[in-house]
């Protein structure tokens, strides 16, 4: 029981990381109708946001304090970042260390106008173009996100650790009546969990209770009547696509602390994402939503030892397998409309 | 000659010259002058041609005639690399069992991932591939590291038993890879008014093998099999209900291109017999996929074109860095020296990704024929300013096609 229920909570961060950037690649492909091979770079992108506030935080100056000698007994050369003076040190401080979570604010404009033009400067010339060309002109994509941030980060994992106050771990076992430290889950992970939550019911009440959603709602269903009405759908899909994107960086983000950020996280996470859409049902929401979290679980139980003793290797494949049967005996997905890309 | 015409004959005649020339062609610059660093004449980079070549070939048969744009190519190449590496460890180090058993097996698992994601098509076909050979990446990484070595990669020891070959040469070191004797590495150099050329053993068996393939797929694109391929890539409903069944072909396609792929890697271990995983991640596949787009799919030369060019570009900004750039922006003023080298630096030496993924982008823009539609565009542009002062009727717009129209 107990490592049963562990293993549920393993599976919920990356879960949680896949739901999002599925969901995303969901709502481009359900109001754009296009195949989005660079979301992941923009997962990535968001997690580089993180890293570049909390360079910008940690901005500082040197000043030389008489007060105080260093081991040689020259005046000791102190470094005050810019946030410590004009916030005081305490206030500095805390920012410093909330930068992560601050990187939220700081990524949700950035992504939006990148999602903005990407899609009025590239994407819009592909959508009578063949799915192929879609495939192939957003991976080019990819890989030009990709080594620009290989270029101006460098190669290796850039370390960004959460704020100190969520360091450790909750321990969930005594909650439920067990054992001390049979059940510990680092705070973060449940942060994120919580936080992936947040933003998925955000977008979904976004399109189910705001005259915005119901337009966008009614486009993805029948996009030349709205357009006849009188609506312009065409820009409404361009803010859909600069949502979609913010959701993607607002995942990237808030992962950085679970994992450092280097330039080709992206593409690791891509092509489970795709998977997962997959699997969830080409252009259905709550399906990319509901596959991100049951695969994200299910490798998780697939790196159980005992599993592993059985199956060798499982853990390592048991997403595609997945993907690969439902593909085969259910097209659609699990919860797909019937007949979108059921070809 | 060979069951082609007189067109395609001329045509195959012309490619066998520029392939077995490729040490004069890629040699233009004599080895004193500034420019001798543009030279592809050296063996690891013509060979590298030679097998990428095949590699897009083979992608081509299933990308350009079918249509079905297969994310998982290079797991077919890392099989074929494994096997030849295995070949080469248990009974000798001549290449010829090695790249048979590359080709046969590649083919046989071609045959199994393909009979798998044939089963759909479009970008659910993509995706299916992807994933397949993801996996394949993924066990070759952990579960199948008996076979495959894991991440040190599989590679020639000193206690292989080589039922047919030796084990160890008598001075003690891995017997080197040969063609019944003829070592793979083994070159013959020859210098000419300052131009060195370097004719190496190992290339021109990898050319060999490529004209061959180059000469069966020719012969596939003129077959009627070949035109049932169009015809799935033209309409495939249309082409089941005349009574056809569009599946045999395209698993017979996808095997095909899958046994070319073996070669390609059975090729890749006998001139370096080595065999790592990585070889089969999606990074690869999307390789051989941008290589045949950037050539142009569905024509018989694009693909090869489109290897050629990125194994050369790669090697050439891969080796330009800050000094070189100063030395060729040198008879700029200072100030504007600086500054166009800080320009150009993001792209070259270690950004080459980075240029060939705006190429690749611009080419999928503005050029979805790729290289040889380019090329196509200027010649007809040139021949039409050229008939414009002699004979106005001729005009292309209104001269029949050769080919019948149809749309995407």
């Known amino acids: ?343 | 000659m060979l069951g082609l015409n007189q067109k395609d004959t001329k045509f195959l005649l012309i490619v066998v010259a520029l392939t077995l020339l490729t040490p004069f062609l890629t040699q233009p610059f004599a080895e004193s002058s500034g420019l001798a660093q543009f030279n592809a004449g050296y063996p690891d980079l013509m060979q590298r041609f030679a097998i990428y070549g095949i590699f897009a070939i083979g992608f081509n048969i299933l990308f350009g005639l079918t249509g079905y744009l297969s994310f998982g190519h290079a797991a077919f190449l890392g099989v074929g690399s494994y096997s030849a590496v295995w070949m080469m460890k248990l009974l000798t180090t001549n290449v010829i069992p090695g790249i048979i058993l590359a080709i046969v097996v590649s083919g046989l698992f071609a045959l199994l991932i393909g009979y798998v994601s044939l089963r759909r098509s479009g970008i659910y076909f993509s995706i299916l591939t992807l994933a397949l050979a993801q996996m394949s990446f993924n066990l070759a990484y952990s579960v199948l590291t008996p076979i495959t070595n894991g991440e040190t990669g599989l590679q020639l020891t000193l206690n292989d038993p080589r039922i047919l070959g030796v084990t160890a040469t008598p001075d003690g070191s891995i017997p080197a890879t040969h063609l019944f004797g003829l070592e793979m590495k083994s070159s013959a150099q020859w210098e000419v008014f300052g131009h060195l050329f370097t004719f190496n053993v190992g290339y021109y068996f990898c050319a060999v093998m490529a004209i061959i393939a180059f000469y069966l797929s020719l012969r596939i694109f003129r077959s009627p099999f070949g035109m049932m391929l169009r015809a799935v890539k033209t309409n495939q409903t249309r082409m089941s209900y005349t009574g056809l069944n569009a599946r045999p072909y395209t698993l017979a396609a996808f095997v095909i291109s899958g046994m070319y792929a073996g070669l390609a890697g059975g090729l890749l271990a006998s001139m370096d017999p080595l065999a790592g995983a990585e070889r089969m991640q999606w990074t690869a596949s999307g390789e051989v996929v941008i290589m045949t787009i950037l050539g142009g799919a569905g024509t018989l030369m694009g693909p090869v074109l489109g290897a050629g060019f990125i194994k050369y570009f790669e090697n050439i900004f891969s080796k330009i860095n800050d000094g070189v750039l100063h030395g060729w922006f040198a008879f700029l003023p200072d100030g504007l020296e600086d500054f166009v080298v800080f320009l150009i630096h993001p792209f070259v030496g270690k950004g080459w990704h980075l240029t060939l993924g705006l190429l690749f982008m611009l080419v999928v823009t503005f050029l979805p024929g790729g290289l040889m539609e380019g090329g196509n565009r200027i010649s007809r542009w040139y021949k039409n300013r050229r008939n414009k002062g002699t004979d106005t009727d001729e005009g292309t717009p209104h001269a029949p096609k050769s080919t019948p129209h149809v749309a995407e």
């Open chain 1, 1 to 343: 029981m107990d490592t049963f229920l562990l293993q549920i909570l393993n599976g919920l961060d990356k879960g949680s990381a896949y739901a999002l950037i599925a969901l995303g690649l969901t709502l481009i492909f359900g109001t754009l109708g296009v195949v989005n091979f660079a979301h992941g770079a923009l997962f990535m992108i968001g997690a580089f946001c993180a890293v570049t506030l909390s360079r910008i935080l940690n901005l500082s100056y040197e000043t030389i304090d008489p007060e105080k000698k260093d081991f040689l007994g020259n005046p000791a050369v102190v470094k005050t970042t810019y946030v410590e003076s004009w916030f005081g040190p305490e206030a500095g401080a805390w920012i410093i260390d909330w930068a992560v979570p601050l990187g939220i604010l700081f990524a949700i404009p950035i992504m939006l106008l990148i999602g903005y033009v990407m899609e009025r400067g590239l994407i819009k010339h592909f959508y009578k173009r063949p799915h192929a060309d879609q495939i192939l002109v957003t991976f080019g994509l990819a890989i030009v996100l990709q080594e620009v941030i290989k270029y101006f980060y460098g190669a290796n994992p850039i370390p960004t650790p959460a704020p100190s106050a969520f360091k450790g771990s909750f321990d969930f076992g005594v909650l439920l009546g067990m054992d001390p430290n049979v059940i510990i889950y680092p705070y973060w992970r449940m942060i994120y969990f919580t936080f992936s939550l947040v933003v998925i019911g955000a977008v979904f009440s976004f399109l189910q209770f705001t005259t915005f959603g119901m337009v966008v709602r009614a486009g993805m269903a029948d996009r030349e009547t709205v357009g006849l009405l009188g609506i312009n759908i065409d820009k409404r899909f361009t803010i859909m696509f600069g949502i979609a994107a913010a959701v993607a960086g607002l995942a990237g983000v808030m992962y950085t602390p679970i994992n450092s950020p280097n330039y080709h996280m992206g593409m690791d996470f891509l092509v489970l994402s795709f998977v997962v859409v997959v699997v969830g049902g080409m252009g259905s929401l709550p399906g990319a939503v509901l596959a991100g979290f049951l695969l994200g679980i299910l490798e998780s139980f697939a790196s159980m030892n005992w599993i592993k003793d059985i199956l060798p290797g499982i853990d390592q494949i048991i997403i595609y397998l997945v993907a690969i049967i439902i593909l085969l005996t259910r097209p659609r997905g699990l919860m797909g409309r019937k007949g979108v890309m059921e070809e």
